[in-house]
């Protein structure tokens, strides 16, 4: 008998429902938040509304595509943390309410485990290869920057993260510094493609072991435009991709180099990446330079599984449905963990 999840995940700005039949995702609908754009940066009370005005016509648009009624589902399952709590509360309600009137179980998915777990999505043809444990994932995301050693569906081991901004913010931070909207991450993506990515040079973090710090990155940015804008007010018209381009090499070469200290430490050659930043172009090229030098079998998840969806959400619930690891009713959202 097969198995059918619903997925929700509503830990930010993105309002995202998918349905899962087994490991095979059979429709993953998201709705963006255009509210945001204009502040510079996710408006938590403005986030949460928008979430409550979305979610049922997303969860409906879900179902619809997934050509399945809700009394076919099995479980809900929903993020339950880490995000914004006020997000998070609209997704986590919403899943209790929907499990009680048909009367399945919920299961809670931890937002970043689920960004790992969805390098478990299959085709509907059985044709994706998997990652085999032990693995290393870097989860790289508007909040998390860490390298992850994967053991077991829901035993990860934390053995680099960063000491302060996110390689997510970093993308947006320099963005911002440059005048585009958020989240500028794809956007300095797409701006470096007609650039240099050598014609500026920053300084590289000088911090022991896995770790990871973006914020001297972020300054060293900030005092170069500054510095550069004072001798020639166009210069950042003028040399835009060039700048995009180069930032864009300072941050992916700083995830890359301790990505690859760990899997020289640990002899891995499984090497995965997850969350939103694993979109970037750049960090899949170089991984695939990588997997050609090293002998690194790399796994890269489909576009639409990189940044938040809520069928990353459903395969987790997937795994966690097979274990009967069920959440009870009284459970809450938590903000960190
Ligand atoms: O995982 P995600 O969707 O949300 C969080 O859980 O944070 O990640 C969002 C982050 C943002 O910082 C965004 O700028 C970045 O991922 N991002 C990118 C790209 N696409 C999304 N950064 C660089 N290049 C991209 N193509
Ligand atoms: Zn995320």
Known sequence: MSIYILGIESSCDD??????????????????QE????????VPELASRAHQQNIIPVVEQ?????KLTKNQLHAVAFTRGPGLLGSLLVGTSFAKAFSLSLGIPIIEVDHMEAHILAHFIQEADGSRALPSFPFLCLTVSGGHTQIVLVKDYFNFEIVGKTIDDAAGEAFDKAAKIMGLPYPGGPLIDQLAR????????????LIPGLDYSYSGLKTSFLYFLRDRLREDEGFL????AD??????????????KKLEMAAREFGIKDIAIAGGVSANSRLREVLHSKSVALGWNVFIPKFEYCTDNAAMIAIAGY???????????????????
């Open 62 to 66: 879900a179902l619809m595509k997934a």
């Open 319 to 337: 795994f966690k449905f097979l274990k009967k690891d069920f959440a009870e009713q009284s459970v809450s959202a938590y903000a960190r963990r």
């Open 15 to 32: 309002t995202s429902a998918a349905v899962i039949k087994d490991q095979v995702i059979l429709s993953n609908l998201i709705a963006n």
């Open 243 to 256: 700048i995009a381009a180069s930032i864009q090499k300072s941050i992916i070469d700083i995830l890359v």
């Open 194 to 205: 007609q650039g240099n990515e050598n014609t500026f040079r920053f300084p590289e973090p």
């Open 237 to 240: 018209e003028k040399n835009k």
């Open 35 to 42: 509210v945001h754009r204009t502040y510079g940066g996710v």
